[in-house]
């Protein structure tokens, strides 16, 4: 069983939510080594006893737990199986557990390419946000195999309330996919339902008290609409993010040869939002749509 007296945990990507899962394995007792492309954003988490590995490579040969989340799949090939990455340089019987938004046949690659050096890959994508991170009730989606699911299962158990193994490697990822793309047309909902309230002369948050509860209930509805509604729209999860992953559900299921139209109407809206600037702003910035 892994435990603070026989594994010492790497966490590589330390922004938005990657900070604060961090910190709860380091609440936990486990020793932990931080890796940020930018070293100031892990600061916090040094500050607290965390040490500092200045690469991937060093990450793998003084840990024997990786948990990963960074931005893109390009990012998530560079850490895993570039020169410096976590597989080249990895030991025998380590466990990576990437718990980036990426595509299903990277975490297939991953697995595979871990498995010839017998190092256990598990692909675990996460739901929740900023909010879901803090408090460390996200959702997590798990792929690969089984065994090694179980056995990381205490730690994941640090990060969220709502673990699911779903299957072999890349079906976390085609899990989030489902979870993204039901995100992406209830987004759009959420925005015009705060509009059309607002433009029925009705008191927006007073609606909220209504509707949240009832049958149109989200966690959008109930977390990111007062956001918008406080002119809040600092990233929970950055716009930027959220198009890539409509961008990679939306190959997924032109390979599977389905029309997802609700999927692609959300993906242009929000690419026109980009346009305008707003790719580092958080989701819920979708309402500015009817704005500007």
Not at 45 to 71: E, Y
Request: aromatic residues 8%; hydrophobic residues 40%.
């Amino acid at each position: 069983m892994l435990s603070p007296e026989n594994t010492v945990i790497a966490f590589i990507g330390t922004g938005v939510m990657g900070k604060s899962m961090a910190g709860h394995l380091l609440d936990a007792g486990f020793p932990l080594i931080v890796y940020n492309r930018t070293k100031e954003r892990a600061q916090e988490l040094l500050d607290r006893g965390a040490k500092w590995a200045d690469s991937p490579k060093k990450a793998a040969q003084n840990a024997n737990v990786i948990f990963t989340i960074v931005g893109y799949p390009h990012d998530v090939e560079e850490v895993y199986l570039g020169e410096n990455g976590l597989i080249p340089n990895g030991t025998e019987n380590t466990y990576l557990i990437d718990m980036t938004t990426s595509t299903p046949s990277l975490a297939k690659k991953i697995y595979e390419e871990a498995k010839m050096k017998r190092i256990h890959a598990i692909d675990a994508p996460v739901s929740g946000g900023d909010i879901g991170a803090r408090e460390a009730r996200l959702a997590i989606m798990a792929g690969g195999d089984e065994k090694a699911y179980q056995q990381v299962m205490p730690l994941l158990e640090k990060l969220g309330t709502n673990i699911v193994y779903q299957g072999s490697a890349g079906s976390g990822q085609h899990t989030k996919m489902c979870n993204q793309i039901a995100i992406a047309s209830g987004m759009i909902g959420v925005c015009e339902a705060m509009i059309y309230a607002e433009k029925a002369g009705l008191d927006p948050e007073n609606v909220l008290k209504s509707i949240s509860t009832g049958a149109a209930g989200s966690w959008s509805l109930s977390n990111l609409a007062p956001r918008m509604l406080d002119q809040n729209f600092e990233p929970g999860f950055y716009i930027k993010h959220f198009i890539k992953d409509m961008k990679i559900a939306l190959d997924e299921a032109e390979r599977m040869d389905m029309e997802v139209p609700g999927l692609a109407l959300a993906k242009s809206m929000y690419e026109t939002l980009a346009e305008k600037g707003e790719e580092n702003s958080g989701t819920q910035a979708l309402y500015k749509y009817w704005k500007n």
